[in-house]
């Protein structure tokens, strides 16, 4: 599976941006796909995740309210609308695909996911 995250740039606090994954190589409808971040210095952490069928989608505390994950199955694409912006959400973005089926929920932990894309850079200025 081949991922690939378009959408990131720089905006100004309070802004907008929206992102997507392109997925390639197998279908993705049938798996969880997530969301991960990692800002300079820091550790990779989850952002956001969607259940293959689309029917539960998790948040890190951080970004509820603000961020919306979505995925067109038809399309192989996860999207990530994130509104109201702040400086601490600079950070490069990754969009990663879990091909365990058995899992009961979203994975948290970025060691539990398989393939992932080289991440698009959101930078927002204060």
């Known amino acids: 599976v081949q991922l690939q995250a378009y959408g990131g740039g720089l905006v100004q606090a309070g802004g907008s941006l929206r992102l997507s994954c392109v997925a390639s190589?197998?279908?993705?409808?049938?798996?969880?796909m997530s969301w991960f971040r990692q800002a300079p210095g820091k550790e990779r952490e989850f952002v956001g995740g969607i259940r293959w069928s689309g029917g539960s989608i998790y948040y890190a505390d951080s970004v509820k309210g603000r961020f919306t994950l979505s995925r067109d199955n038809a399309k192989n694409t996860v999207y990530l609308q994130m509104n109201s912006l702040m400086f601490e959400d600079t950070a490069r973005y990754y969009c990663?695909?879990?091909?365990?089926?058995?899992?009961?929920?979203?994975?948290?932990?970025?060691?539990?996911?398989?393939?992932w894309g080289h991440g698009t850079l959101v930078t927002v200025s204060s």
């Open positions: 990663a695909v879990d091909l365990d089926r058995s899992s009961a929920h979203i994975a948290r932990d970025a060691a539990d996911y398989d393939y």
């Open positions: 190589g197998r279908r993705t409808s049938s798996y969880d």
